[in-house]
C-alpha cells in the first residue's frame, strides 16, 4: 500500500510542474508581444496608405448616394424632359450667332 501511495504522490505531481512549465512558456510569447507588435506595424506600415484610402472611398460612399437618391437629376442638370437644358439653349444662341459652327463641325468629324 505504502508503493501505492507513493506513485499516486509523484503522478499527482506531475500535473503541476507541467503547468508551471506551460505557463513560463506563454509568458516568454507574452513578453515578446511588443517585439512582434513593433515588428508587424514597420512590415505592413506601407499598406496603411492603401487601407487609409479605401477607408476614406468608403466612408464617401454613403453620402455620394445620398446626394444621387435625394435629388433630380434632370432638375440639377438643368435639363427637361424635352431636351433642352441651359448648356443646350445657350449653344442654339451661339450657332445661331454663327460663333460655334466651326467648333461643332471640327467635334463632328473627331
Known amino acids: 500500500m505504502k508503493r501505492l501511495f507513493e506513485k499516486l504522490s509523484l503522478a499527482a505531481a506531475i500535473a503541476p510542474r507541467q503547468a508551471t512549465k506551460i505557463e513560463a512558456r506563454a509568458d516568454r510569447l ?12 514597420e512590415g505592413f506600415s506601407p499598406h496603411e496608405i492603401v487601407l487609409d484610402q479605401a477607408e476614406a472611398a468608403l466612408d464617401a460612399l454613403p453620402r455620394a448616394l445620398a446626394t444621387l437618391t ?8 438643368g435639363a427637361s424632359l424635352n431636351g433642352s437644358s441651359p448648356a443646350s439653349d445657350e ?3 451661339h450657332r445661331g450667332a454663327g460663333l460655334l459652327a466651326e467648333t ?3 467635334q463632328a468629324h473627331d
Open 30 to 41: 507574452i513578453a515578446r508581444e511588443a517585439d512582434i507588435e513593433r515588428m508587424t506595424d
Open 70 to 77: 435625394n435629388s433630380d437629376p434632370l432638375a440639377r442638370s
Open 91 to 93: 449653344l442654339a444662341k
Open 104 to 106: 461643332t463641325e471640327t
